[in-house]
């Protein structure tokens, strides 16, 4: 099986891999880019723990092929904080307990984000209804909504600025 | 939050951030399908399609020719198990069971039941050389429902077993009914036949999973030297240890067990599956080996708790709880060992009542193994007992909650097993249950119902081990050896400024590997936050004395003339002379060397806790959705000692305890096949089903324990499904005794009891 040369940016920076064709994304990531920040949970898109921004939209990265970010931009939980510092919803995830396990919170972050950016108002019943799509086992969810929450206000602030 | 009687903390109560949030925050936290160990290569476990099965032949020999292929294992390779029950942990485990459960030697007892695991240079490899293995089975007819496996007639999962009576005789046929045994007060018959009133009824739960998010994940390197190291996803790197050790007969010391960051476990990551396997892989391919599961094979290779049927006749009189005759059948899955007696032993808790008479199956059924599963056994039992008192109560035309009052448990109270309760916070959560607003407030409309019910759980105490190493500059290492689901390292730290007096932000607690600190038993029973607090306390007194000791040196007095408050040693014998811990901790070199305490225990004196639940719901006739509009859970929890993270498992706990009543359960076929083994089908809540669970924190310190801690995280799952179905009686007027209360459920019997 002959692979394939993808070469994308991820996280700002240019990459450069080869791959089979049947390589999900989310196991180029982990297995061959060393970005195990992205998690399976269910490897059939049920669960939204490895959520990534490909151009511009969110995707559960088990169900994209490696192949197919070719000439693509992409953001993974590794990219969301800016150097040392966090953004505002990974330090309100951390003010407001937020994760108890933490294996779900990198793709609850990751779709926060994406929800945050394109609907900076967003309320209570529009984040679970954005979020329905990552499971959370631990928290029962109250605390994760309530950390979206407090991150608007500095997002917004943020935006404007 | 209400607080009876507690000490003024410094640290405890407080909100401070955990100390592995920035890692879990940024994707940087290692969990146990992260490392890649240098060489490493792949596993694929083989599973059995069939429920139930006799293996014939296992033919590898194609297999073992697929290109890239590194090893082949099956239950042959392992040692010859014995059949002896030994203690490695949370319970009692049978070593050739435990070891059949890895890897099948005679017959598969379930499908997804693994016969062979295969190591290749990659995933996709191993996968399609596992597919090459040749297996000849005789394929027998299974039985997957309790009430099935416990006829005489029924098919056996092992024909040599015998139903284990009280006082250990064994019955005279062979039967799948593993175990039976009974609980005895008073009379029953007597209690029953003078009661005002009698309710008697038959419930049925299905098997649920416990949901964790993170599929089992296991790396093993089988070293040049005999050893074995270990990368896994546990809740007790020690029982993994022992348990490895057991399966493969090499002495524990040569194990390590490294535990990775868990994601989640709710008592799931207790048993081993998959270490034994990676570890004979690794040292059959000379490569360390990396064994995950799928999401399928999670749902259909690992142990959830028992699908129940429970039968409660239960007589109330002069307006309270009198006399309950019960009896439960518990699915064990393909080994004994359900949960039942737990469920005996806590569905009576929060009532003191006169006559009892619980008997108790545990039976084995065409399933997987079942496991421990947040507060296992008393969910179910509670489901069913808590839907009788509310039927008493409400036949009776008395508030379900004074009811509970009325008949409610306390200090001196003897349980099932005849054993007084200590102090327990039963009357004040249902007091405080009683006068909070959401109970107050009216509830109107039409569908619409409010349900209460309440739930026990013992909470664990067992083995822990600390060290606590204080550092020139103050600071101060916590090594404890208790896996961190959900934020212990932050609650033991606290316990430990508290007990130092120093601040939180100077003490770094890490979890060890096996090599580094001695046992701790599995962070399973609300142990950790208990019994190594317990651990903690004591480790940290022997800092102080220590330190007290390294102070008296210095003054020139006995230790006993130090004393130390605040943060400050003083001389008694001299006011001018005192030292702060930081000032003290910098002169270790001067005053005989590395400043260290450390405490290894037994906790005793865990308090056993109460929850009550309050739900509100509307149910949807049309449709047979039932929306949760409200929900307030009570809880005794002794001490908070991080009260976010206690709301927080409080939270968790309701919502698996919503998706059990409403949603959750293992659909099969008549072939023992199951038919939902994915999370689309498997229906657990999202953030879109649960409104706020508003977690009110009631504190009876419990006076086992320094602080007053009782454990938190398991009682929270008792009531919601008691509470939830009495909420639905409520609405529709229907008393539903299955669960899940799936709107198929609800519009079938609502139409048919039309």
């Known amino acids: 099986m002959s692979k394939h040369h993808v070469i994308t940016r991820i996280n700002g920076e240019q990459v450069e891999f080869l791959t089979d064709p049947g390589t999900s994304l989310l196991s180029a990531l982990r297995d061959q880019l060393g970005l195990t920040g992205s998690k399976e949970g269910c490897n059939n898109g049920n669960c939204g723990a490895c959520n990534v921004v490909l151009n511009g939209e969110l995707v559960n990265s088990c169900c994209v092929l490696a192949v197919e970010i070719n000439g693509a931009e992409l953001t993974t939980i590794e990219g969301v904080a800016d150097g040392d510092n966090l953004h505002p919803l990974q330090q309100s995830f951390i003010n407001d307990a937020a994760l108890q396990c933490g294996i779900c919170t990198p793709g609850f972050i990751v779709a926060a984000k994406a929800l945050l950016e394109r609907e900076p108002d967003a309320d209570e019943a529009r984040i679970r209804h954005w979020l329905a799509g990552n499971l959370c086992r631990c928290t029962g969810y109250d605390k994760i909504v309530q950390a979206v929450l407090d991150a608007a206000p500095e997002m917004r602030a943020a935006a404007r600025a | ?754």
Not at chain 2, 43 to 72: M, N, Q
Not at chain 2, 185 to 203: H, K, Q
């Open chain 2, 1 to 754: 939050m209400t607080t009876i009687e507690r000490p003024a903390y410094k640290v405890i109560g407080s909100r401070p951030v955990r100390p592995d949030g920035v890692e879990k925050v940024t994707g940087k936290a290692q969990y146990a399908a992260d490392p890649r160990p240098q060489g490493v290569v792949f596993g694929k476990i083989l599973r059995s399609p069939h429920a139930h099965a006799r293996i014939v032949s296992i033919d590898t020999s194609e297999a073992e020719r697929h290109p890239g292929v590194l090893g082949i294992v099956t239950a042959a390779d392992f040692p010859q198990a014995e059949d002896k029950v030994q203690d490695l942990g949370e319970g009692a485990v049978n070593l050739r069971e435990l070891s059949d459960n890895i890897l099948a030697s005679e017959k598969v007892l379930y499908r997804g039941h693994a016969i062979a695991a295969v190591a290749a240079a990659s995933p996709h490899e191993a996968e399609a050389a596992a597919q090459k293995i040749r297996v000849e089975y005789e394929v027998l007819t299974p039985v997957t429902n309790v009430l099935d496996a416990m006829r005489e007639d029924a098919p056996l999962l092992n024909e040599t077993r015998h139903t284990k009576m009280m006082g250990g005789q064994h019955s005279e046929r062979p039967s799948n009914i593993a175990a039976y045994n009974q609980f005895k007060a008073g009379d029953a018959d007597a209690g029953l036949a003078e009661s005002d009133l009698v309710v008697e009824r038959e419930f049925t739960t299905s098997m649920v999973h416990q949901g964790y998010i993170e599929p089992q994940s296991s790396t093993a390197s089988w070293n040049a030297d005999g050893t074995i190291t270990i990368w896994t996803s546990t809740q007790g790197a020690f029982v993994v240890r022992a348990q490895v050790a057991e399966v493969l007969r090499i002495p524990v010391a040569r194990i390590k067990v490294i535990p990775m960051e868990i994601g989640g476990g709710f008592g799931g990551k207790i048993p081993i599956y998959l270490d034994p396997v990676a570890a004979l892989l690794s040292k059959k391919s000379g490569r360390p080996v990396k064994l995950s599961m799928n999401r399928t094979e999670v749902f259909e290779g690992t142990g959830p708790t028992s699908g129940t049927v429970i039968s409660v006749k239960a007589g109330a009189k002069d307006g309270k709880l009198h006399a309950v005759q019960a009896t439960l059948r518990y699915e064990a899955g393909a080994y004994p060992g359900s949960p039942v007696g737990a469920g005996a032993m806590t569905m009576l808790a929060p009532y003191d009542l006169e006559h009892v008479e619980i008997h108790t199956f545990d039976v084995v059924v065409n399933k997987p193994k079942t496991s421990a599963y947040r507060a296992p056994g008393s969910p179910a039992a509670a489901f069913a007992m808590e839907s009788v008192v509310d039927e008493l109560a409400r036949t009776l035309k008395i508030d379900p909650l004074q009811f509970r009052l009325n008949s409610a448990s306390k200090e001196g109270t003897k349980q099932v097993t005849g054993v007084p309760f200590a102090r327990i916070g039963n009357e004040e959560v249902l007091n405080t249950a009683m006068t909070h607003p959401h109970y107050t407030a009216p509830i109107e409309g039409p569908y619409r119902g409010r349900g209460v019910a309440s739930g026990y759980w013992f909470n664990g105490g067992m083995q822990s081990s600390v060290v606590v190493a204080v550092n020139p500059d103050g600071t101060v290492n916590l090594v404890e050896g208790s896996t961190d689901i959900g934020g212990t390292r932050a609650s033991l730290a606290m316990q430990l400024a508290e007990t130092l007096s120093i601040p939180y932000d100077a003490i770094r607690p890490i979890v060890a590997d096996t090599d580094s600190i001695g046992h701790n038993d599995v962070t399973g029973g609300s142990r950790t936050t208990v019994a190594s607090g317990m651990a903690v306390y004591q480790a940290g007194q022997d800092v102080i004395r220590e330190m007290s000791s390294r102070a008296a040196r210095l003054w020139s007095v006995t230790p006993e003339d130090v004393s130390y408050e605040d943060g400050v040693f003083h001389c008694l014998k001299d006011s001018t002379k005192e030292l702060t811990f930081k000032e003290l901790a910098a002169q270790g070199a001067r005053t005989g060397g590395p400043i260290a305490g450390r405490a290894s225990l037994v906790a005793r004196g865990a308090g056993g806790a109460f929850g009550t639940h309050i739900v509100d719901v509307e149910v949807d006739p049309g449709t047979g959705k039932t929306t949760i509009l409200r929900y307030t859970a009570v809880q005794d929890v002794g001490t908070a000692i991080h009260p976010s993270y206690v709301e927080g498992q409080i939270q968790g706990g309701v919502v698996q305890g919503i998706g059990w009543a409403l949603n959750e359960e293992f659909v099969y076929d008549e072939n023992g096949r199951m038919l939902n083994s994915s999370f689309l089908d498997y229906r657990m809540p999202t953030a879109l089903d649960v409104p706020l669970i508003d977690a009110v924190i009631v504190e009876v310190p419990n006076p086992g324990h320094p602080y007053g801690v009782r454990g938190v995280g398991e009682v929270p799952i008792v009531p919601p499904l008691a509470a939830i179905a009495n909420a639905v009686a409520d609405a529709t007027g229907h008393r539903f005794t299955q669960l899940p209360l799936s709107p198929r459920r609800l519009i079938e019997e609502l139409d048919g009891g039309d």
